[in-house]
């Protein structure tokens, strides 16, 4: 069966930056028009059908935009319950079939949600009745965003939950937060808190020198041991990945693991713990999101005749986002680490193959599909193969949360 659409996925962030849904965004591989109840049909078939629910979102809920046909059809009541939300979409024409299949869909156990909201008096009766209700920081201003919580909260509804949406950076993440709002989506997990002259801590060091020494011409296995042997807490993180499952091996030394390893997987241990290090204070869907594009990278590097080159394009996933762990410029944070021309043009300024690669995986998360088909079509790159890609990367990074990194 030919899958008929793509599925990205965005966070959704409660108040401890913890994820704790996703809302599910389509994009159809057919070039005929449709409308918004078929793009929701292709989510769920996708979701639920050919990719797995489960295997998309690990388990968390998924949130669904609905259309009033949809909505009226009584599909929701077909899915499972506890772990779709229903979005009502913000020109649905509320009428009394709308309000009763939308009572339906709660009495279902379905969460219920209002998508950019706008107060009117004809929602009242869909206020008094949903679980959370998502606002649009883009269109709204602050004092309405605070109005809008108040006003139900008092006279509708006092167990709504509230969503800020499109929240871009840390200070919408900081208003909204200090407002009282439940829920945040947008890419402020992905983007630098206020710019500092913040620094890598000095016990990170050591790793620098680990990628420094292993990005030299000719990485020098013994003074490899030396540092990683120097660094009690390095050790242990280089001999308990080894002597993981997915790596088979059984070592005692750690010469014998970084030989064993070889200079692409060390690379990418070394990145990885480094930049796990970092994220102490961060969001976990910021490390989720850098392992899925790491992964990404790679994987497309060797669909574009670069396998030769796919731990590099694997680095230029982990490091475009360090800004967002150290709250610094990129520019400054490369001079730090010995790279290649290529990497760090890519990672500066998406030039060469590797920055436009980058910059579909960018697009891909930020499921702006018209954007991304140009660079599709430039790589001759299949739209089944982008989303079988997608999932692959998700999966490997849900595998090494949890078998390397916990």
């Known amino acids: 069966m030919m899958q008929n659409s793509i599925v990205a996925r965005q966070p959704i962030l409660n108040r401890k930056k913890e994820t704790v849904a996703y809302e599910l965004l389509f994009r159809s591989l057919s070039k005929d ?25 690990r388990g968390k809920q998924a949130f669904i935009n609905f259309t009033a046909e949809l909505i009226k059809s009584e599909i929701a009541e077909l899915l499972p319950q506890q772990k779709i939300g229903i979005e009502i979409l913000e020109d649905v024409s509320v009428d009394h079939e709308i309000i009763k299949c939308s009572k339906n869909i709660k009495a279902a156990g379905h969460i219920l949600l209002l998508d950019d909201f706008v107060y009117q008096k004809e929602l009242i009766p869909l206020i008094e009745i949903a ?28 167990e709504a939950k509230f969503l800020a949406e499109k929240i871009e950076n840390y200070e919408e993440f900081k208003t909204a937060y200090e407002m009282g709002y439940d829920y945040f989506q947008g890419y402020f997990f992905t983007r630098p808190d206020t710019i500092s002259t913040r620094k890598i801590p000095s016990y990170k060091f050591n790793y620098l020198e680990v990628i420094n020494e292993l990005n030299s011409l000719e990485p020098d296995f013994k003074k490899l ?3 990683i042997k120097n660094d009690l807490s390095m050790s242990y993180s280089l001999l308990r990945t080894i002597n993981a499952a997915i790596y088979g091996y059984q070592v005692s030394s750690i010469q014998q693991a970084a030989a064993l390893l070889g200079i692409n997987k060390l690379k990418k241990w070394a990145l990885l713990y480094f930049i796990k290090g970092l994220s102490e204070d961060k969001p976990g869907a910021l490390f989720t999101n850098t392992l899925i594009r790491a992964k990404m990278a790679e994987l497309l590097a060797k669909n574009i005749n670069q396998a030769d080159k796919s731990s590099e394009y694997y680095t230029v996933g982990m490091l475009s986002m360090l800004d967002a762990y150290l709250d610094r410029p990129l520019e400054n944070i490369v001079k730090e680490l010995s790279l290649t021309d290529e990497v760090k043009k890519a990672v500066l300024n998406l030039d060469g193959k590797m920055g436009e690669i980058l910059e579909l995986i960018i697009l891909y998360e930020q499921a702006r599909w018209s954007e991304l088909e140009k660079i599709e079509i430039k790589y001759h790159l299949d739209n089944e193969l982008l989303a079988g890609v997608y999932q692959e990367a998700i999966d490997s990074a849900s595998e090494t949360v949890e078998k390397i990194i916990r």
Request: charged share 30%; hydrophobic share 35%.
């Open 33 to 57: 028009e449709f409308d918004g109840s078929q793009a929701t049909a292709e989510v769920l078939t996708s979701s639920l059908d050919l990719i797995g629910l489960d295997n998309l979102t």
């Open 131 to 158: 679980d959370i209700i998502k606002i649009d920081f883009l269109q709204t201003t602050g004092r309405e965003r605070k109005y809008i919580m108040e006003l139900i909260k008092k006279k509708h509804n006092p």
């Open 225 to 227: 041991s030396k540092i």
